[in-house]
């Protein structure tokens, strides 16, 4: 249960981050013209693009990866955000209204949300029956996520150790 929390927080917190990001670039009228689950999706991607820069950049510092580490910069931009929200009223929150004609999909729309919903559902089934299914799978990712996860995060010399402990755990792979 605690699990689930931690990985719900996680997803809002990338969301809430790409918010941020994505109303600094666009400013108030950029997102006028865009729907609100066009928001949250452009919102993830520029969360996750956004964390995945800071911990680039925490590497070449040589910052341990802890969750702190990694959120304390964004928080602190959300600081400053909700006080320059207050100060200049300039973040879009407002609801937009659709006509309905705007809501018809043509058939290659459907088409296409259709495939990308059977692929979604196909990728589940696949993970649920056999979520690692070659040995390049479990060397390379599962057991360095293991060991991340029941480290709490990553120590300095993780690829060091990982090299001389576990052999064909290819330490210079992703």
Sequence with gaps: MVDAIVLISCILTTILLGFGVLSIICGR???????????IGLSYLFGMGAVSLSMFIMGLLGIAFTRFNTLFPW????????IWYFATKRF???????SPDKLKLKGLEVGLILLIALQTLYNFFRALIKPIESYDAVAIYGLKA????????????????????FHGAHPDYP
Excluded: C
Excluded at 75 to 82: H, P, R, S, T
């Design 29 to 39: 009228n950029g997102l006028k013209n865009t729907a609100r689950f066009e928001r």
């Design 75 to 82: 928080v602190m931009l959300w600081v400053g955000l909700i």
């Design 92 to 98: 879009y929150l407002a609801k937009q209204s659709v």
């Design 146 to 165: 293991k060991i991340m996860y029941l480290a709490h995060g990553m120590a300095p010399d993780f690829f060091q150790g990982l090299a001389s402990n």
